[in-house]
C-alpha cells in the first residue's frame, strides 16, 4: 500500500502506531539516502523497497508517512539505503518481534496498546519506604521444566501464591526486553521495547494457562481473559503485571540503557548502523559510541539517543502500568559519557518524576555516590534512590568470618557502620541486600547459608548464620530486597543456562516435605517480613546504634519513627554461644515485649527456644549511653526484636 503523509506531524510518536484506518510510521536516520516500510498491511503484501512506500524525511533526520490498511498484528520492517550498504531494519520502537521469522531476522508487529483490557484501575504502588523487593529471573524461576524450556511470564504466575504467603510487595525480575538468545541474565539487550520473545506463549501454547489465569481474576472479582487476547505475546507480560497488582505486589522493572548486547554489532538489521553512513566494517555507529561494557554502550551526547532510552523508559510506565525502574550500571553511563551520562540521568529522572511520581527510580550505581539519590535540581542525579553496599558486603563478610570458628574475629562495627547510609538523606533511598543475581551468579560468590558453613550449608550453623543475615537485612534501614530462593535457604548458586547447569536450578522441591529447613526458614523470612510491615519503626529513618560488641559478636540497634513512639530494639549475635544475662541500652524504662526470636524457627516450634519469655523489663539504670538498661538472654546465633510498650 502507498505511504502517503496524512496524519504525520512533527508530534506523532516514534515507531509504528495505529491511527484512523492505518498506521503512521516514524523513525530517525539522518545519514540515511531514503526510508522505506515494508510489510504485509491489511492482506496485503509489499516487501521490496520502491517508490510507493518511500517515507517522507522531516528536519533532525526523522522519516515517517502513514500506511491506509495497516492493523493491529501486520507485520513490517523498514529497509534503510546509506551511502555504501542497504538492508532490511527492525524498528527500534517495535512492540513485539516474531518468532517466525526467528530472532534476528524477526519481523516487527504492529500492537495496538488497548489490546489488553487492564483491570487495575483501583491499584496504588506502595510508599517508596514501604518496598520490600524480591528479585527473580524470568527463564529460570518457574515453568515444567526450566531445563528444557525457558520459563515464561505466564510460568511465573504458578508463584504468585508464593509471593503473597511470604509478605513481599514488590517483584522485580531481571531484565526482560528482547535480547540474542533464549538463555540470558538479561543484560544483552537488543530491542528494548519488544519483551523476549522467548519469555511469551503462541496459540495454543496458552491454552494450558488459560485456566489458571482466569482463575486468578476470579479470586478478584475480575473479567476473565479470552484466549484471543492472551495468544497476544505482549499481553502475556501485561497479564502478569495485572494479576501481580491485584495480588497487592507492584512491579519495578530491570532496564539496561549504559550498554546494549555485544551480538548486535554484527546484526545486519539491528539498530547499530541503523542508516548505514558506512559499510559494516566502518565503526561509524547512529546509536553506540565506540566503546564497550560487555557491549556497546549508547552514545548519550546525542539528544536522540538519550530521548530513544527516555521514550523506553515511559513506556513502560504508560503501557505496562509498571511501577518503578531499576537501573543498570549507572556508574557506566556516567564514566563512559563524560558530562552528558550525568545530564541523561537528570533528564531521564526528572521526566519521569513529572509524568509518574509516585513510581520509584532506583539505580545502580558503583562505588556508591550519595550524590546518586540527590534531587537533579540541587546537582544530583536525581534518582529516588539507589543500590548500597555497605550491608552485603559487611554482612557477608560477618558470616563467612564467623564460619572460621568461634575464636575468629568478626567485624560488628563495620556492619554497624553500614546501617547508617551517611549521606543519603533519607535512609530508606538505600536498598540492601545480601544476595543478588550478581553475587551468587555460577562462577562468583556464594548463597548465605554456604558462607555460613562452607562444609554442610544445611547444618545448624549454617541455617542460624542465614537467618542473622536475613534479619538484619529486613530489620536495617532502607529498602530490603531478597533474591529468589534466599527465602526459603537455597545454598546452591543459580545459572541462568540450566540446560548446562541442571544442578544449579532452585530446589522447590524442598519445600514439598522433603526439607524441613527450607520450610522452616520460609516461615522465618515470611514472619520477619510481616513484622517489617506491621511495626512502622522498621520502616523508618530513625536509628541508633546501640552496641557493636565484636568481642562477644553483639551488634544492638534502635529504630523509631519521630514522634510515632513505638520504638524497636534489635538484636543481632553471631556468637556460637548463648549469652545469657547480656546488658544492653534500652531507649526507655519500663516492659519491651519480645517480639521476634529467630531461635524459635529451627525446627519449628522449636522447644528448646532461648529466649526471654516474650518481654524484659528495663531498669532506670542507663547503660551503653541509654537511659535504660535490660539484661538479655541472646541465643547463639540469634536474632531478636523488642517492641516498646
Excluded at 508517512?65 to 507485520?75: E, N
Excluded at 527463564?139 to 525457558?150: F, H, K
Excluded at 554502550?297 to 539517543?305: G, H, I, N, T, Y
Aim: net charge negative.
Amino acid at each position: 500500500m502507498p505511504v502517503t503523509q496524512q496524519h504525520v506531524s512533527s508530534a506523532m510518536p516514534m515507531g509504528a502506531n495505529l491511527t484512523a484506518n492505518g498506521a503512521t510510521f516514524r523513525v530517525w536516520a539522518p545519514r540515511a539516502r531514503s526510508v522505506h516500510v515494508v510489510g504485509q498491511f491489511g492482506g496485503t503484501g509489499d516487501w521490496q523497497a520502491n517508490d510507493d512506500n518511500r517515507l517522507a524525511r522531516h528536519e533532525s533526520g526523522y522519516w515517517a508517512g502513514f500506511v491506509a490498511g495497516a492493523c493491529d498484528g501486520d507485520q513490517y520492517k523498514f529497509y534503510v539505503v546509506g551511502e555504501a550498504w542497504r538492508s532490511y531494519k527492525r524498528d527500534p520502537y517495535a512492540r513485539e518481534l516474531t518468532s517466525n521469522p526467528p530472532y534476528p531476522i524477526s519481523n516487527c508487529i504492529i500492537r495496538d496498546p488497548s489490546s489488553y483490557d487492564w483491570q487495575d484501575y483501583d491499584w496504588s504502588p506502595p510508599a517508596f519506604n514501604d518496598l520490600i523487593v524480591y528479585q527473580f529471573h524470568v527463564g529460570t524461576y518457574a515453568g515444567l521444566d526450566p531445563r528444557n524450556r525457558v520459563g515464561t511470564f505466564l510460568d511465573a504466575l504458578d508463584r504468585i501464591d508464593h509471593w503473597r504467603s511470604l509478605g513481599i510487595n514488590v517483584i522485580e525480575p531481571l531484565p526482560i526486553s528482547e535480547f540474542n538468545s533464549p538463555r540470558s541474565l538479561g543484560y544483552d539487550g537488543s530491542d528494548l521495547f519488544s519483551p523476549e520473545m522467548d519469555y511469551t506463549l503462541e496459540g495454543d501454547e496458552v491454552d494450558p494457562y488459560l485456566t489458571k489465569v482466569n482463575a486468578l481474576f476470579s479470586r478478584y472479582r475480575k473479567r476473565t481473559v479470552t484466549k484471543q487476547r492472551l495468544a497476544i505475546p505482549i499481553n502475556q507480560l501485561k497479564v502478569f503485571i495485572d494479576l501481580c497488582h491485584l495480588e497487592g505486589m507492584a512491579v519495578i522493572l530491570d532496564v539496561v540503557y549504559n550498554h546494549a548486547g555485544y551480538q548486535i554489532g554484527g546484526q545486519e538489521e539491528s539498530l547499530w548502523f541503523f542508516d548505514w553512513e558506512h559499510g559494516p566494517d566502518k565503526n561509524q555507529s547512529l546509536y553506540f559510541t565506540d566503546r564497550e561494557h560487555t557491549g556497546p554502550v549508547f552514545a548519550l551526547w546525542k539528544q536522540e539517543v538519550r530521548q530513544f532510552l527516555i521514550d523506553n523508559a515511559r513506556f513502560y510506565f504508560d503501557e505496562y502500568h509498571v511501577d518503578g525502574l531499576r537501573y543498570d550500571q549507572v556508574s557506566v553511563i556516567v564514566s563512559e559519557n563524560s558530562g552528558s551520562g550525568w545530564r541523561f540521568c537528570q533528564d531521564c529522572t526528572s521526566t519521569l518524576r513529572t509524568h509518574r511520581p509516585e513510581r520509584p527510580n532506583i539505580a545502580e550505581y558503583w562505588p556508591v555516590d550519595p550524590w546518586v539519590p540527590k534531587p537533579s535540581n540541587e546537582g544530583g542525579a536525581g534518582f529516588d534512590a539507589a543500590w548500597t553496599d555497605g550491608i552485603r558486603t559487611s554482612v557477608r563478610d560477618a558470616v563467612a568470618a564467623a564460619s572460621r570458628g568461634r575464636n575468629a574475629s568478626v567485624d560488628l562495627g563495620r556492619v554497624a557502620g553500614a546501617l547508617g547510609m551517611h549521606g543519603f538523606g533519607g535512609k530508606w533511598r538505600g536498598v540492601q541486600y545480601v544476595e543478588s543475581h550478581d553475587e551468587v551468579y555460577r562462577d562468583r560468590g556464594q548463597r548465605i547459608a554456604r558462607l555460613g558453613d562452607p562444609s554442610n550449608p544445611r547444618s545448624w550453623y549454617a541455617r542460624s548464620r542465614a537467618r542473622v543475615a536475613t534479619g538484619i537485612v529486613l530489620a536495617a534501614p532502607g529498602v530490603p530486597m531478597l533474591f529468589m530462593g534466599q527465602e526459603f535457604l537455597e545454598d546452591k548458586q543459580w545459572a541462568d543456562d540450566p540446560s548446562h547447569h541442571p544442578d544449579l536450578l532452585l530446589h522447590w522441591a524442598g519445600l514439598n516435605g522433603s526439607d524441613r529447613h527450607m520450610s522452616d526458614h520460609l516461615r522465618f523470612v515470611s514472619d520477619l517480613v510481616r513484622l517489617r510491615r506491621a511495626l512502622v519503626a522498621l520502616r523508618g529513618d530513625g536509628l541508633r546504634i546501640i552496641v557493636a560488641d565484636d568481642y562477644n559478636r553483639v551488634l544492638a540497634f534502635q529504630r523509631w519513627v519521630e514522634g510515632e513512639g513505638r520504638d524497636v530494639v534489635v538484636v543481632a549475635s553471631l556468637n556460637e554461644d548463648t549469652l545469657n544475662g547480656y546488658r544492653v541500652g534500652m531507649p526507655w524504662a519500663g516492659i519491651w515485649r519480645e517480639v521476634f526470636n529467630s531461635d524459635a524457627y529451627d525446627h519449628f516450634p522449636n522447644p528448646l527456644v532461648a529466649g526471654n519469655g516474650g518481654a524484659v523489663h528495663a531498669s532506670v539504670t542507663g547503660y551503653h549511653g541509654m537511659s535504660a538498661a535490660a539484661d538479655l538472654t541472646i541465643p547463639a546465633n540469634g536474632l531478636l526484636i523488642f517492641a516498646g510498650s
